[in-house]
């Protein structure tokens, strides 16, 4: 959730741009653009701001800079992956399984938390806000008698014909408002100022029905409820603050423009004159549950200069309005995908293109109290099975199944070769005995040893990473801080989906590297060998805190006729372990009857 708020903000500079913009086109086009079109052109930026707590990216969309990740990164020094042998193999299979981890110690984000309780400090501040006005509205609504003026009865009577409401909307005076307003989403009503009634004219009267009722028609106290929302989320957003004020503003400049398309044009210097009356009787609009007639003089100004520049809009002007929405609809989808603040789960990835033929299977019972996916990819028949479409189109750290593709990295860029991958143990203590001893490609890869690939690592440079991951499209591609610990609970992710479609590509080596570099990393990760073929994998586990919360099993089965290619992925509080998805991969291929382990 503290990673969440940072990104929240940034996505506001996101969200703050997209109104500056959208305030400058329709500020250059403001004479070309009816009342109603400026108002509703503000539509666009309040539905906008949802996007930011939605729990995924909109697909095919760019992501937010990798950098904004980068800020809920743990400190992954001596991160490794795994955990003890599987079970139900034969005893080779075991060892060749065997998978070790140490403990992480996770760094608290204190930027991150301070930034989310500020922010939900204020949240509170502005509930408090709401309810106390809220008790100021049930106040005036008490006071509030039915309005009793037969003749401002009939009048308003005929006004609800005329704009062909059928709906009975009550209307009540009150001595303790100064300006007409209409209140309530479910049960509307229409509030007058006592004076407006004892002062009763019956054409001015009729100005302020139509007028209100124009609020009731275009359901403005809807629109309210969802305004206030906004301000009491982006409380802090000082554009959004200004947004919404001008749309309250413009939301009576529409209710204008409207009133005054029903009047002739005789009309509308009346009505402009019934304004100008009012105003030194109305106050600045003080309850933000309501939309209410009255405003500051710079409000009244503006509505009074759009009534004297008032006419009826022609063909063309109307097309420059349509025009003027694409336009701002088209901004709209570009800001859309920088937008999703949501934590870990944020990068999407949907199932590889072309991937058509799928079958969604119920595989529950095979992963107990893991919330888990499964992925496999038949290559005869080109048919893909899926457990748990959402997690299997979610991106997360790939710890240690990722050595398959540093070893590969490493051997193309000549720091190992097949025949010469050893390098020597340079003494120093670690947690397992196997660790700390001199290490090849094979052993390295059977032990999941980290200083092994951390040394491959530290002999590349930034830019040969990125072009790498970027050559054999790994996952977001994403690296930044230590090169030595991108892999580990860090910046690099990838989904199930995609590490069985990275593992099909490797397999058929369509990324055009040396054939015998692709045999000395497959040697490295078989796993077993049976009457049903060789089967290669690797484990992974994201362990933080002491607390094993994630664990890969990826691999594939090479058998007489095509391939197939699996990837299990497993979370939980703790005991999420590389060993623990192995385990539920064979007992989910044994039922499907593409692996049967020896006794």
């Known amino acids: 959730m503290a990673a969440f708020s940072i990104r929240f903000l940034i996505s506001n500079l996101y969200i703050a741009l997209f109104i500056a913009i959208l305030y400058m086109v329709k500020h250059l086009m403001k004479k070309q653009l009816s009342g109603r079109t400026q108002y509703r052109l503000w539509f666009f930026m309040l539905f906008l701001l949802p996007f930011p707590f939605l729990p995924f990216q909109p697909a095919g969309f760019f992501r937010i800079s990798s950098w904004i990740s980068s800020l809920q990164r743990t400190s992954l020094h001596n991160a490794a992956s795994g955990q003890p042998a599987v079970t139900g193999l034969n005893v080779a299979a075991t060892e060749l399984t065997r998978d070790l981890s140490v403990s992480v110690t996770g760094?608290?984000?204190?930027?991150?938390?301070?930034?989310?309780?500020?922010?939900?400090?204020?949240?509170?501040?502005?509930?408090?806000?709401?309810?106390?006005?809220?008790?100021?509205?049930?106040?005036?609504?008490?006071?509030?008698?039915?309005?009793?003026?037969?003749?401002?009865?009939?009048?308003?009577?005929?006004?609800?014909?005329?704009?062909?409401?059928?709906?009975?909307?009550?209307?009540?005076?009150?001595?303790?408002?100064?300006?007409?307003?209409?209140?309530?989403?479910?049960?509307?009503?229409?509030?007058?100022?006592?004076?407006?009634?004892?002062?009763?004219?019956?054409?001015?009267?009729?100005?302020?029905?139509?007028?209100?009722?124009?609020?009731?028609?275009?359901?403005?106290?809807?629109?309210?409820?969802?305004?206030?929302?906004?301000?009491?989320?982006?409380?802090?957003?000082?554009?959004?603050?200004?947004?919404?004020?001008?749309?309250?503003?413009?939301?009576?400049?529409?209710?204008?423009?409207?009133?005054?398309?029903?009047?002739?044009?005789?009309?509308?210097?009346?009505?402009?004159?019934?304004?100008?009356?009012?105003?030194?009787?109305?106050?600045?609009?003080?309850?933000?549950?309501?939309?209410?007639?009255?405003?500051?003089k710079s409000h009244i100004k503006e509505r009074i200069l759009n009534i004297a520049s008032y006419h009826q809009c022609s063909t063309k002007e109307k097309v420059k309005g349509i025009c003027i929405c694409i336009l701002a609809a088209a901004l709209l989808f570009t800001f859309i995908p920088l937008l999703p603040a949501h934590a870990e789960s944020s990068d999407y990835a949907p199932v590889p293109a072309g991937t058509e033929d799928i079958s969604y299977a119920d595989l529950r019972s095979h992963f107990g109290t893991y919330d888990g996916s499964f992925v496999l990819f038949d290559a005869s028949s080109k048919h893909w099975t899926i457990y748990n479409k959402g997690l299997a189109q979610t991106r997360f750290s790939p710890d240690s199944s990722y050595k398959i593709y540093d070893a590969l990295q490493g051997l193309e860029a000549g720091i190992i070769t097949p025949g010469n991958s050893q390098m020597a143990w340079d003494g120093s203590t670690y947690p397992f005995d196997s660790w700390m001893a001199d290490q090849n490609l094979d052993t390295a890869m059977h032990n999941s040893v980290n200083w092994y690939f951390q040394s491959i690592d530290s002999r590349l440079d930034r830019a040969s990473v990125k072009e790498y991951l970027h050559r054999i499209g790994y996952g977001n591609e994403q690296v930044s801080g230590d090169l030595t610990t991108y892999w580990l609970e860090s910046d690099l992710k990838i989904s199930p989906s995609e590490q069985v479609a990275l593992l099909r590509d490797f397999y058929y080596n369509k990324f055009g590297f040396a054939p015998e570099n692709i045999e000395a990393v497959k040697k490295a990760i078989l796993t077993a060998s049976g009457p049903d073929g060789s089967l290669y994998g690797k484990t992974g586990t994201g362990q933080i805190d002491g607390q094993e919360i994630r664990g890969w099993f990826i691999g594939f089965i090479e058998r007489s006729e095509n391939p197939v290619f699996f990837a299990c992925y497993i979370q939980d509080e703790e005991e999420a372990t590389g060993s623990r998805a192995s385990d539920i991969t064979y007992s989910i291929l044994k039922d499907m009857n593409i692996w049967t382990p020896e006794p």
């Not at 930027?111 to 949240?123: H, K, M, N, P, S």
């Not at 009491?232 to 004020?245: C, D, E, I, S």
């Open 107 to 296: 760094n608290p984000d204190h930027l991150g938390t301070a930034i989310l309780g500020l922010w939900l400090f204020g949240i509170g501040i502005m509930i408090l806000y709401f309810s106390y006005m809220k008790i100021h509205m049930h106040r005036i609504e008490r006071t509030a008698l039915p309005l009793q003026n037969k003749e401002a009865k009939r009048l308003y009577e005929d006004c609800m014909k005329e704009l062909f409401i059928r709906r009975e909307i009550p209307v009540y005076t009150t001595a303790y408002i100064s300006s007409p307003f209409t209140a309530g989403i479910l049960t509307p009503r229409i509030y007058l100022p006592l004076h407006l009634v004892s002062d009763f004219c019956g054409s001015d009267m009729r100005y302020m029905f139509l007028h209100e009722l124009q609020h009731y028609k275009h359901k403005d106290s809807l629109l309210n409820f969802f305004m206030n929302l906004s301000l009491t989320v982006y409380w802090f957003n000082p554009l959004v603050w200004f947004a919404l004020k001008r749309m309250r503003d413009e939301r009576e400049v529409a209710c204008d423009s409207s009133v005054l398309q029903m009047l002739g044009e005789d009309e509308y210097k009346n009505y402009g004159m019934v304004l100008l009356n009012f105003a030194r009787k109305m106050s600045e609009r003080t309850i933000p549950f309501v939309s209410e007639m009255g405003g500051n």
